[in-house]
């Protein structure tokens, strides 16, 4: 994702200056959070961060000597001042965007200490034929290694050497002689030498002058002199000219029919991997044979030019160049096996053999699944991968908050010590791998919410990591209620309570009958969730036509959840209470009357006649 960040890859700063960084977007996302790292070694380092929520945070190492210069989270700079050399560093902007997750962008400070020159005329040797030659010496300290360059008036510049001298504080100081050879019979005329000194990343330059005195001769003949610069200019250039034909020749000699290959290579594992060899025949040589042999002494090819390839071993090779200069082999996938020294052999006629060695060190990057998003109450797992287990001591796992606090949350080590460390007690666990990590929340919790980086401490490689965002949610559950204003008018309210806050829309929205687009409100609570209320008004004639919905959005749903206001099963209800009310009038009316009709008959048997008595004895029986 790194070119979706546009930054400077290199900034070079002068040793107490300021030094900006600075990180844009190309193209706007949705941000919540701005975070600067140092990387050193390896080791990442939190130095600030800026949010809406809590604006702008510097961490306690860097709260002297760092802050913003610009805070926002499209486009977001931070400036050093009183830039020291342990300042000197590579650094991440990191936009933690929604869903993207960490969008990064890296940008490396150099930094240069360049002193002022220092200019000597140290001796003046007057020769016979008038010329004078006047010996020069500039001496210049910085760190790195600053160049040093001559610049003459009127004089003629020779016999340029340079010596090197490292001090233990870091810096070089680089001395360089040279002579100016001056026609002493010139008219009388101004003879300067300038002496520049220049960081190497060429962003500074100082400069100092020196006059050149001229010793003038009564002898005659330095006023007659016919005195030529091609003359000197010829003897000046053609004892080095052809020094350095001798030596190229030289060295061009004793090229030919040497291998030429790199001494020390670095490969990842579980990647294709080329490794090559050039040589370079005599006059008169012939290119037999090639020859592969790898780190086990086992020969993986053979081939004569002009020929089909010989593979021993196929599967782990082929074959990526072969002429009669150059050859090349590619491992198909490079596995902890093949770190060792690889060889390339030429058979040469009439030479003999002559052999190329490159030595392969394999290394890991780690591995991550990516940004989690996970609800609240849930279970979320992050993994990482590193697979080189073989070299891992110890798996740890550091939470970084939106604040830009760094915390350890969980490590293992290969004694089997395993440890899950607050906030995560009770309800984090880690695995036991040292190449594969998995550390899982249940249930996650909004303070959960962070960026985690799993850092695998390996030997002789040091520390690997690799960083990934975890965003919780906390689902909507909308509500909605009205109320009728007046006998045509009706306010309806919808809430919603979610993390981060949803977004609440109404489906009758801009319709003519309504009175006015939809008012929202938004609070941020304690727990840092939002409330949304958004609020209608619309003519009570709406509702006989259609329903009116509110329609609610959020990042952790799937699809929107909708609730409407139906006056029809409003009406629906109204009936179906009456008809329920008037039933249970009905029956109670019913009863009442039955009870006062046994009532009425246990009455006329109490008081009827001795001979009717017994019958209604039997009745009621």
């Known amino acids: 994702l790194t070119e979706l960040v546009r930054t400077q890859q290199t ?42 929520r809590y604006g702008m945070k510097i961490t306690d190492p860097f709260r002297d000597h760092v802050h913003f210069r610009e805070a926002e989270l499209q486009e977001c700079s931070i400036a050093i001042e009183g830039v020291k050399k342990e300042d000197e560093s590579c650094y991440k902007c990191l936009f933690n965007a929604f869903p993207d997750g960490a969008i990064s962008g890296t940008t490396c400070l150099k930094v240069y200490e360049l002193h002022e020159p220092m200019l000597e005329v140290r001796q003046t040797v007057v020769q016979d034929d008038g010329l004078q030659v006047h010996a020069l010496s500039c001496s210049v300290t910085g760190r790195p290694a600053p160049n040093v360059s001559w610049d003459a008036r009127n004089a003629i510049l020779q016999n340029s050497t340079t010596t090197e001298t490292v001090h233990h504080n870091g810096t070089t100081t680089i001395t360089n002689h040279a002579t100016a050879v001056v026609q002493s019979s010139l008219p009388d005329i101004e003879i300067k030498v300038k002496c520049v000194a220049e960081d190497p990343f060429k962003v500074e330059k100082k400069e100092i002058y020196r006059r050149i005195p001229i010793i003038r001769h009564s002898d005659s003949r330095n006023s007659d002199s016919n005195w030529s610069m091609t003359d000197c200019e010829m003897l000046e250039t053609t004892l080095p000219r052809c020094l350095q034909l001798s030596i190229f020749l030289f060295m061009l000699s004793k090229l030919q029919g040497e291998v030429t290959a790199p001494k020390n290579m670095q490969a990842l594992v579980g990647l294709p991997f080329t490794l090559g060899c050039n040589v370079t025949l005599n006059e008169g040589d012939t290119l037999k044979q090639v020859q592969w042999i790898d780190n086990h002494e086992k020969i993986l090819l053979t081939y004569q030019p002009g020929k089909a390839v010989s593979f021993e071993d196929s599967k782990r090779v082929y074959q990526t160049i072969s002429d009669t200069s150059n050859t090349a082999i590619t491992l198909r996938k490079v596995g902890r096996e093949d770190e060792g020294c690889f060889k390339c052999v030429f058979d040469i006629y009439p030479s003999g053999s002559q052999k190329g060695q490159t030595c392969l060190t394999v290394t890991a990057d780690v591995i991550l699944e990516g940004n989690k998003t996970a609800v609240s109450g849930k279970l979320v797992t992050l993994s990482c991968r590193y697979d080189l287990p073989m070299n891992v001591t110890q798996v740890l796992w550091t939470k970084t908050a939106e604040q830009g606090d760094t915390r350890s949350v969980a490590f293992v080590n290969k004694h089997g010590d395993l440890q899950v460390l607050d906030p995560l007690v009770g309800r984090g666990t880690l695995s036991r791998g040292m190449g594969e990590t998995h550390l899982s929340i249940k249930p ?47 306010e309806a309210n919808c809430t919603a309570v979610a993390r981060p806050a949803p977004v609440i829309l109404w489906n009758v929205d801009g319709d003519n009958r309504t009175l006015g687009p939809a008012v929202s409100s938004e609070f941020e609570l304690s727990d840092g969730t939002s409330l949304v209320i958004s609020t209608l008004l619309f003519q009570a004639s709406l509702l006989e036509e259609q329903s009116v919905m509110c329609i609610v959005y959020h990042h952790g749903l799937d699809s929107p959840i909708s609730i409407s206001i139906n006056s029809k099963i409003g009406k629906a209800l109204t009936i179906l209470i009456s008809v329920t009310t008037m039933a249970v009038l009905l029956i109670l009316c019913l009863c009442i009357c039955l009870w006062k009709c046994f009532l009425r008959k246990d009455c006329e048997c109490s008081l009827a006649s001795p001979l009717k008595q017994p019958l209604c004895a039997e009745r009621a029986t």
Not at 15 to 38: F, H, I, M, N, Y
Not at 456 to 474: N, Q, R
């Open 11 to 52: 900034v070079v700063a002068s040793l107490g200056d300021e030094a900006l960084l600075k990180c844009e977007l190309t193209t706007p996302k949705d941000v919540l959070q701005v975070t600067w790292q140092r990387v050193t070694e390896g080791r990442t380092e939190n130095m600030a961060t800026y949010s809406k």
């Open 444 to 490: 996650v919790r909004t303070e959960d919410e962070g960026c985690y980086t799993c850092e695998f401490h390996t030997f002789p490689e040091g520390t690997k990591s690799a960083t990934a965002c975890l965003i919780v949610y906390v689902l909507p559950q909308p509500q909605l209620n009205y109320r009728t204003q007046s006998s045509d008018v009706i």
